[in-house]
């Protein structure tokens, strides 16, 4: 398994990775006409988001890999215009054949996002999206209607639940003769779902 391409926000002038989401999808590409497929084992879902917030959040950048039903065309940006918007060919690794650039596209999001900076490189694992507590810097923004309500900083929460994990076990993996604790484990790394 693959750690997962990671969604990204600026926020206050300082990019974040967004490694929690309490609520609805931020995004969902097929309403904008798309098919994401798996471009590789780094991006299951076959798409990754730039976010803006200042007051409200909103959708700058939409990198997607589109499956317009043909290798041949799925070699080159193949995707519908969204908000005026053509794709271009994106400079990225990880196998994405469109790039909305510039988008602008206000989103409508009620619910809680976690933005983090500084990951600690020893609880590296190769799986999933990584959690909130494996950065040293983590804010928890709320939003309501795409309004920003609030942030927070829950710095000294990703440290606690940090020291809990790693006394719990490496990593907080769950012993492999548990089988449907490793199930639950192997879903919770692959959802950026998360409820304090």
Known sequence: MTTQATDSATFRGKKYLVCGVDGPELVVPTEFGLKPEMPSTACYRGWMAEYSIDKSLTLSDLYVFHDAGLPVKNRTPNGPKINGVEPQEPNSYLGFNCLYKNLNVPLTFTGGMLLSNG????LGANMGF????????LH???FEHGSLISA?????????????????????????SDEKAVREWIERSFSLHYHF
Not at 119 to 122: A, D, H, K, P, T
Not at 130 to 137: L, N, R, T
């Open 130 to 137: 990584h959690p909130f507590w494996k950065f040293e810097e």
């Open 152 to 176: 927070a900083d829950k710095s000294v929460v990703a440290k606690t639940v940090r020291e809990q994990y790693l006394v719990k076990g490496f990593l907080g993996r769950p012993d492999v």
């Open 119 to 122: 990951f600690i490189r020893e």
């Open 140 to 142: 928890e923004l709320t």
